[in-house]
């Protein structure tokens, strides 16, 4: 696959995540029904926890298999998420934003693996768990 069409894959994957429907939406883009059935049930607590969650990719840049996208995330803490830096945080209903970068592997119109780093300070911060940077 070219670079611009693993580029797509990602773009069209970003967009089955903000859908009302994105846990069968998103199982096109893995290789296997296990592999999607593992990132449903890895994202579900974290849906859960922010319903209204919508991803604005700012910025990609790819080559070869690999596609790297920094992303704007835009959610409501609605509810309790059971890990990192967001466990045991009660819902807020706070309307957050942070930005994302992720890198992921594509072949033939699937993702195979990535990598995600999460400004969780930030986070944190809207949340009133870390200060403000003064």
Known sequence: ??????KDTVRRAMEALNQENWA??????F????DANEFRSWHAPFRAAFPDYHVTIDEMIAEGDKVAARQTVRATHAGEFPVWELKGIAPTGKHLV????QILRV???????????VDGVSRLQQLGVLPQPQ
């Not at 696959?1 to 693993?6: L, R």
């Not at 069968?24 to 883009?29: K, N, R, T, V």
């Not at 290789?31 to 296990?34: D, E, F, G, I, L």
């Not at 942070?98 to 970068?101: F, T």
């Open 1 to 6: 696959m070219s670079i611009e069409a693993n």
């Open 107 to 117: 072949a033939d119109g699937k993702i195979l693996d990535g990598w995600l780093i």
């Open 24 to 29: 069968e939406l998103i199982g096109e883009f």
């Open 31 to 34: 290789p296997t029904a296990a």
């Open 98 to 101: 942070w930005i994302e970068v």
